[in-house]
């Protein structure tokens, strides 16, 4: 199984509106990603989770936090986003892509379209 | 800094032969990435080069030249289906161990 989901696939919300998007993964994969993407741009990252610590943050907004309850899970709570957040959120996940060792193939999930209005 | 560029479209023919360049200015190379998406989908993997020379994947091929900081992806019998983003990707481990994704490069296949 090669295969990371995403919940949900498109999500609509005010900028005072608190949710969640949901990523999982059953692949034993011990790295995970949150990458932002906007149209005919290639996905910028935003954080990464390595043995379910946060080992990356690339200076997201605090409105962006991300939590990694187990190995196979992996979630970005969004609280008072501005229009300009919207985009395509892309989840994926690696062998292991933090440990300075040969990098693993990184596996994307098919991500989730977020509208702030 | 880090730095990778790609063209940011390409144009061909059903049947041909094309060659999407990647340049990369990274400090740190452990690894480069070429990955397809299509629009409005998640990148999906091609390739992965860590040492010079030529990987062969039937009708995808990439290339790497480490001391020059380049690599292509040729893709050959060109199908309507391969009209998509093509995305180079480093693995760089300066400070902290991470992917950094190129421009993209938008190809259209014509019949």
């Known amino acids: 199984d090669t295969e990371v989901t995403q919940t949900p696939k498109h999500l609509v919300m005010g900028m005072t509106n608190k949710k969640s998007l949901k990523c999982e993964q059953h692949?034993?994969?011990?790295?995970m990603y949150w990458y932002k993407q906007k149209a005919k741009k290639p996905p910028e990252l935003m954080f990464v989770?390595?043995?379910?610590?946060?080992?990356i943050n690339e200076s997201v907004p605090s409105r962006f936090s991300p939590e990694c309850p187990n190995s196979s899970l992996l979630n970005l709570h969004l609280h008072a986003l501005q229009p300009e957040d919207s985009a395509l959120y892309l989840c994926?996940?690696?062998?292991?892509?933090?440990?300075?060792?040969?990098?693993?193939?990184?596996?994307f999930g098919p991500g989730t379209r977020l509208l702030v209005l | 800094g880090q730095n990778i560029d790609q063209p940011t479209e390409m144009t061909a023919t059903e049947g041909a032969i094309v060659q999407i360049n990647c340049t990369y200015q990274?400090?740190?190379?452990?690894?480069l990435f070429w990955y397809q998406q299509h629009a409005g989908e998640a990148p999906t993997f091609l390739s992965y080069?860590?040492?010079?020379g030529l990987e062969e994947k039937g009708r995808f091929s990439s290339f790497l030249s480490r001391s020059k900081g380049y690599s292509y992806l040729l893709l050959k019998e060109l199908q309507m289906k391969d009209s998509a983003s093509y995305l180079c990707?480093?693995?760089?481990?300066?400070?902290?161990?991470?992917?950094?994704f190129g421009t993209g490069t938008r190809l259209k296949v014509l019949a």
């Open positions: 994926a996940s690696s062998q292991e892509g933090t440990s300075g060792g040969a990098p693993g193939t990184q596996y």
């Open positions: 990274t400090s740190g190379f452990n690894g």
């Open positions: 989770y390595s043995y379910e610590k946060l080992s």
């Open positions: 990707a480093v693995y760089t481990t300066s400070g902290t161990y991470k992917y950094i």
């Open positions: 692949m034993g994969h011990r790295a």
């Open positions: 080069n860590v040492l010079d």
